[in-house]
């Protein structure tokens, strides 16, 4: 039993660490391409290397991180321009659907906003990624929701350390006509919605791309 405890209890560090690992990539405390010195992160984190070690194994397979031969684990780097149009190209096949079966279900609409940022375009990134979640919670198809937080990973990193010109005012609009529309059960709207904010979303991400 207290062998089965130890292995509970290090299953939930690691997440833990994932937990912060992951935040810190999304506000921007982790940069995209450096190198991760483990026994650096384990002190900051207060932890040991095992469960951090778990925890990047896990953001790997997730592509948020990538190991190297003889180097290491690095955090990925940004997206390229034609890594925008594909993450896109995702996106608007997966978010409308999510939208669609989001506002066919019955669940409570309340939105993770996220890990504590310390610059407004950290705080857009994270609010986004907690309103794109919930959609995809609401939608009910768990494995579809992580695999949207895994392509959604990249894109706010990319928003966060491009040199974003996104308007927070045009991005929380395409987010309440989707709300609105999950609200209502109108699941068509929700498509519609969702389709909408996101190719206005790809329209910004490659303008600034193109600069």
């Known amino acids: ?4 405890l130890r292995s509970v209890g290090r299953v939930a560090l690691a997440d ?57 684990y690095q955090a990925t780097p940004l997206l390229t321009r034609t890594g925008i149009t594909e993450l896109f ?10 939208a669609g079966l989001a506002a066919a279900g019955g669940g409570d609409w309340v939105v993770d906003h996220g890990a504590r940022a310390d610059s407004e ?20 198809n768990a494995l579809a929701r992580q695999a949207l937080r895994r392509l959604n990973s990249h894109f706010h990193i990319y928003r966060l350390f491009a040199r974003s010109g996104e308007v927070p005012s045009d991005i929380e609009r ?5 709300a609105e529309a999950v609200r209502s059960h109108d699941k068509a709207a929700a498509a519609r919605a969702m389709r909408r904010h996101l190719t206005d979303s790809r329209a910004r991400l490659l303008a600034i791309a193109d600069e």
Do not use: C
């Open 174 to 178: 395409g987010h309440d006509s989707v």
């Open 121 to 140: 375009l950290a705080r857009l990134a994270a609010r986004d990624a907690g309103f794109h979640d919930t959609v995809a919670m609401l939608a009910g």
């Open 16 to 72: 833990h660490v994932y937990d912060a690992l992951y935040r810190n990539m999304l506000v921007g405390t982790i940069e995209p391409g450096v190198r991760l010195n483990i026994d650096q992160l384990a002190r900051d984190l207060h932890v040991s290397p095992t469960p951090l070690r778990e925890a990047l194994a896990r953001l790997e397979a997730e592509e948020v991180v990538a190991k190297r031969p003889l180097a290491g």
């Open 89 to 98: 190209d995702l996106r608007l096949q997966l978010e409308p659907w999510l």
């Open 1 to 4: 039993m207290e062998g089965s």
